[in-house]
């Protein structure tokens, strides 16, 4: 049984077993024929049994988050976690074992932290809409404080107020479909690419999550700032640093020791220094194009700018919208932390749901 090359926790559950192929450890393959994909997903264990076992440190781990977080919920079940289960392979199976052993809401101790996870779409639905207030973003606005500041995600309630007002105009109809095609644009780069390389060989190996999540990269550079990172066909520093910075949040998401609030640790532990170094790459990069939007300011009225000509302009972007808006005189620091949000929080995700349905996709062709 291989083992997965992602670290995403989203990603699926790979698995091998209903898929025609002569070679088990390679992740994707394609045919020839341009018309017809076979692909054959990277598996991990779904067989293999959970080591259940528990040594020291998980029994005083789960003891310490049952004193600090008092105990149970209500009848919620608890998902005593063995330590172990978090490193080495992407949380989303652990938590998909959990699921299976407890159900669609239960508690997870871990250390000083416990969560509770919710895989039910009308629970999820009740906290995240109906029922929003009462929730705070907890240890989420925590690590994202950092790299998103402000913006919408870890923003306080007063800053979330006011920016979702302003931001969520920009989301218009007229927007919208102009994205759509530039979506279809993207997509075809990504499609020529994978032509291209089966031009040259009868079969192909890729790593999908990778291809869409350089497609979902260039997409949302353009939807949101008008910058083409162009990562589907090339590398650049930016590109690496988002990379860099999205590992990293993810890491500190799975990690229970806020080892990044140490005093020094940006200048002593060389991965806190890159993640800093790749942190002003970024920053560097929004600060340049908010200042060519700022320049190029060309002031008026929501109204007037939802009935702009989208589809032929050369910049459709939801900054050039916010940067326009009359009446609104953001602070750079503020519009930084508004990009960064919406391209952290729109890659990875988008990315996550593409791998999933051509997984699904995958399952249904050969199943
Ligand atoms: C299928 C893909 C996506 C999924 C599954 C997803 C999921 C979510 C979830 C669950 C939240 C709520 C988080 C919370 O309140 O704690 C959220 C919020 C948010 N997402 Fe997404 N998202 C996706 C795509 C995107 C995209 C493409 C963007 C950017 C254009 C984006 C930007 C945001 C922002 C700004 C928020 C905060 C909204 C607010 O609190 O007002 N997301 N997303």
Redesign the pocket.
């Known amino acids: 049984m291989s083992t997965v090359t992602s670290s995403c926790s989203l990603l699926p559950q790979f698995c091998t077993n209903d898929i025609p192929s002569s070679s088990a450890s390679k992740p994707y393959r394609f045919s020839a024929n341009p018309r017809i994909c076979r692909i054959r997903c990277q598996s991990t264990s779904t067989d293999e049994k959970r080591n259940k076992s528990r040594n020291a440190l998980d029994n005083v781990s789960n003891l310490l988050t049952n004193f600090l977080s008092g105990g149970s919920i209500g009848n919620m079940p608890v998902a005593e976690g063995a330590v172990s289960d978090l490193f080495g392979k992407p949380l989303f199976f652990s938590l998909y074992d959990w699921f299976i052993e407890h159900g669609s809401v239960y508690k997870l101790a871990f250390g000083p932290k416990a969560f509770v996870v919710v895989s039910d779409p009308i629970v999820a639905r009740y906290i995240?809409r109906e029922n929003a207030f009462p929730y705070d973003?907890g240890v989420?606005a925590d690590i994202l404080e950092p790299i998103m500041g402000k913006g919408?995600?870890p923003a306080d309630l007063e800053t979330?107020k006011q920016r979702?007002r302003v931001i969520a105009p920009g989301f218009h109809t007229l927007y919208l479909e102009a994205m759509v095609q530039m979506f279809a644009n993207c997509s075809e780069r990504t499609i020529s690419k994978l032509e291209n390389l089966l031009e040259a060989k009868d079969e192909i190996e890729l790593d999908l999550e990778a291809e869409f999540s350089n497609l979902a990269l260039d997409i949302?550079g353009l939807g949101?700032f008008n910058y083409d990172f162009g990562s589907v066909t090339k590398e650049s520093p930016v590109i690496k640093a988002v990379y860099g910075t999205l590992f990293e949040a993810e890491h500190r998401s799975t990690f229970y020791i806020p080892y990044w609030k140490f005093p020094l640790a940006r200048w002593l532990v060389p991965r806190q220094r890159k993640f800093a170094n790749n942190l002003k790459i970024i920053n560097d990069c929004l600060d340049g194009l908010i200042k060519n939007a700022k320049d190029t300011r060309q002031e008026t009225h929501v109204e007037k700018l939802q009935q702009r000509d989208y589809k032929n302009l050369k910049d459709a972007s939801l900054l050039r919208f916010l940067v326009d808006m009359r009446g609104v005189d953001v602070d750079d620091r503020q519009l930084r932390d508004d990009l960064m949000?919406?391209l952290i929080?729109?890659h990875e995700?988008?990315t996550a749901?593409l791998t999933w349905a051509v997984y699904l996709l995958a399952q249904n062709v050969y199943g």
């Open positions: 995240l973003k989420l919408l995600i979330w979702r949302i949101v949000t919406m929080a729109g995700t988008t749901v």
